[in-house]
């Protein structure tokens, strides 16, 4: 992705209403991605967006109805382990909590992901946990059969492995399937490849942004103008 393209992709937020949902992969002091940022540069950019569109929306409230004023909610996509090393400090000094959309058999393997034990920990912490898939393929080049078994058996293995009851999903590559194989009551979040629609009117394509890299000086206007998208009429 060029610069000038994943600063144009970022600029559109969520749907007027709804929350402003922020996606990343790594925060690490060295990673090159489009959705990494170092410790520090995460750190701006969470000030940055608490202070410009409005306070943290707790994942916990994700199932009720929509906030009456701008929330941001925060998510991370395949549970890596630095996301714990790095980000969650900082979002603990902010009082942040965030949904993190794990690869179900990569926890079992530990390494570089999260295992079971320390997701375990994170949602005693308050953080929620979703699922990004049992393994990360792009849903749209399966079958209707592994797309379900992608989907339905990662949802199946979290509430087994963790108790939680009806997790989030995350599409990996945000691809969602082409299959009818999201169960009803899933929230299911996308990219920024996903259109800005109301949640109650496309819940299982949300759609998710991102702070563009190496961008930090337009992040505060590009944070003004998500929270004046929240106020605009709907289409």
Do not use: N
């Amino acid at each position: 992705m060029t610069v000038p393209e994943q600063v144009a992709r970022a600029v559109q937020g969520s749907a007027p209403g709804w929350p402003l949902v922020l996606y990343f992969h790594h925060v690490h002091p060295d990673l090159d991605h489009y959705t990494s940022l170092t410790p520090r540069a995460f750190a701006h950019g969470l000030e940055t967006v608490l202070e410009h569109v409005g306070p943290a929306l707790d994942p916990a409230e994700l199932d009720g109805p929509p906030p009456d004023r701008p929330t941001v909610l925060i998510t991370f996509d395949d549970g890596h382990r630095d996301t714990l090393d790095h980000a969650v400090p900082i979002l603990d000094e902010l009082g942040v909590k965030a949904l993190f959309f794990v690869i179900a058999e990569r926890a079992d393997a530990g390494g570089d992901a999260l295992t079971w034990a320390e997701l375990a920990d994170l949602r005693r912490a308050g953080h929620r946990i979703g699922s990004h898939t049992l393994t990360h393929r792009k849903l749209p080049e399966l079958p209707p059969d592994e797309q379900r078994r992608e989907i339905t058996g990662s949802l199946a293995v979290l509430e087994d492995r963790l108790g939680v009851q009806a997790p989030p999903l995350a599409y990996p590559y945000g691809l969602p399937p082409t299959a009818p194989v999201v169960p009803p009551h899933t929230l299911a979040f996308g990219t920024v490849k996903a259109d800005p629609v109301p949640w109650t009117r496309a819940p299982h394509a949300i759609r998710r942004t991102y702070l563009p890299v190496g961008h930090e000086p337009s992040w505060p206007a590009l944070c003004r103008d998500w929270r004046h998208q929240w106020s605009r009429p709907s289409p």
